[in-house]
């Protein structure tokens, strides 16, 4: 009788031991039904993750079933059969999802490249923006009067001799925005310089956009990017309101996990400030800021940085070492336009530079035309020629070995340099430019071409 006791716990034991077994093995069927990883957003480490770890489960769940099949029969075959529709469910609704990482190229934080929010429209900013440019005029008024004035009347006419993928799109379209960061991250840029205004200032044609930045910050770090800020010439900009705003911008963002800052060769991690048209400021105030000795000097201070300058003519080299900067840039995208876009100048700029401790940043462009918003200018447009003359100021600049190369730009549309994506269009109006023969992606690929190109050549430099 003792021994038919034992027997019988025994038997009871075992049968809640395998009913409670099968249960959990239900609830975990249950609960990989409801997953869907197909929804995981990029940079959520569930989503990254999931393919391999349901991998993993799918293994030592199936080994388990197939020990309790043998054991337990039609039941826990069942059970089994259950299980493996669930799987089957899981893999073909994963089988799309790729990790977002793996189809991005790594970003260059060697490639810096020009991005504007100054757009808008009716939508998100209740009127056109930028895209409503004006036609400028001439400065001799006898040239002027043999062309076109008034303003463009999107969304049909813009102010671009291309038009984007997006359409007259605005800045503050957080789906624009997040767009663009993975079109830039495609390219494997790294670093976006930022145009930026004064809180409450903007360009004569455009709105404040200060409130933007966060957004572009909080985008870019999603996609592995950097923010460094385009410090343009806003009214009454000198060595005092400089600091000011040098202050301003490291406080509210400096904190922000896409903040950039650069290694120099001391080991310093610094902030970096590309500043447009310094060159209309005398050097003795920019000294004043700039240099250790200065009245208003920043150096050696929290908000001490990298500061780099326009260099437009030759003359300016001197100007700007004098001046206390850091280095300088040459933005224009339109070789021979200018002393510093002119490819032929950059190993003699590249000298000078490297003997006087600066960093010299060639700015190299797909192109240039700005006829739709000065409708004068054609002798400067310099046709694209299907990727070719993008090609060849990567090569220019690649040839003085620089320690970051600037591409002008992602998306100035006004002046036909961006390399954002553009679709073939025309109205009653306009027949816009674009990129064929080639894809609306066409410069984001050559981009990342010569940013792997690039990354090569570096490695050889420093060896």
């Known amino acids: ?30 609960a990989l039904k409801t997953l869907r990883p197909d929804r995981a957003g990029f940079g959520d480490p569930f989503g990254l993750g999931l393919l391999p770890e349901l991998q993993q489960r799918t293994v030592l769940l199936e080994s388990k079933q197939n020990s309790l099949n043998r054991a337990q029969g039609d039941t826990v075959t069942r059970v089994s059969n259950l299980h493996s529709i669930t799987v089957n469910t899981m893999k073909a609704s994963m089988s799309p999802v790729r990790k977002l990482e793996e189809e991005l190229s790594p970003p260059n934080y060697n490639f810096h490249i020009f991005y504007y929010t100054w757009y808008g429209n009716p939508q998100f900013d209740g009127k056109y923006i930028h895209w409503n440019h004006p036609l400028l005029p001439h400065w001799d008024p006898k040239i002027a009067n043999n062309y076109p004035k008034g303003r463009h009347n999107p969304p049909e006419d813009i102010g671009a001799n291309f038009y984007p993928e997006l359409g007259s799109y605005s800045s503050k379209d957080p789906t624009v925005v997040e767009a663009h960061m993975k079109q830039m ?3 494997s840029t790294g670093v976006i310089v930022l145009s930026w205004y004064p809180p409450g200032m903007a360009d004569e044609n455009g709105e404040p956009t200060d409130d933007l930045v966060p957004v572009v910050l909080d985008y870019a770090h999603k996609y592995s990017l950097k923010v460094t800020f385009h410090i343009e010439p806003y009214k009454d900009r000198d060595d005092r309101s400089m600091y000011h705003n040098v ?29 447009y048209d310094s060159y209309v400021t005398i050097p003795e105030i920019w000294a004043n800021l700039l240099t250790v ?60 530079c490297d003997s006087n401790n600066l960093m010299f940043i060639p700015s190299v462009g797909p192109g240039y035309i700005d006829t739709s918003i000065r409708p004068w200018n054609n002798h400067n447009t310099r046709n694209r020629v299907n990727g ?23 998306n100035e549309w006004h002046e036909g340099t961006q390399i954002e994506k553009a679709v073939p269009k025309r109205t009653g109006q306009v027949v816009y430019l674009d990129y064929k023969p080639h894809k609306p992606n066409v410069y984001l690929e050559l981009t990342q071409k010569w940013s792997e190109k690039y990354r090569k050549e570096q490695e050889q430099w420093l060896m």
């Open 1 to 30: 009788i003792l021994n038919y006791d034992i027997m019988a716990r025994f038997r009871r034991r075992t049968c809640i031991i395998l009913l409670l077994f099968i249960l959990f093995i239900c609830s975990i069927m249950m």
């Open 185 to 187: 991250r495609s390219a």
């Open 247 to 275: 202050k301003y911008i490291t406080d509210k963002y400096g904190s922000h996990p896409a903040f950039y800052r650069h290694k120099t060769s001391t080991g310093r991690l610094l902030p970096m400030f590309y500043v």
């Open 293 to 352: 000795s200065g009245s208003q000097s920043i150096r050696n201070t929290p908000y001490d940085a990298l500061f780099i300058a326009l260099l437009v003519e030759e003359r300016h080299k001197h100007d700007i070492h004098r001046s206390g900067f850091d280095g300088m840039y040459t933005y224009f995208a339109t070789n021979g336009f200018s002393y510093g876009s002119s490819h032929h100048n950059w190993a003699s700029l590249k000298a000078f």
């Open 388 to 410: 070719k003359y993008y090609e060849t100021a990567f090569s220019a600049a690649l040839l003085v070995r620089p320690e970051i190369i600037s591409i002008t730009s992602f």
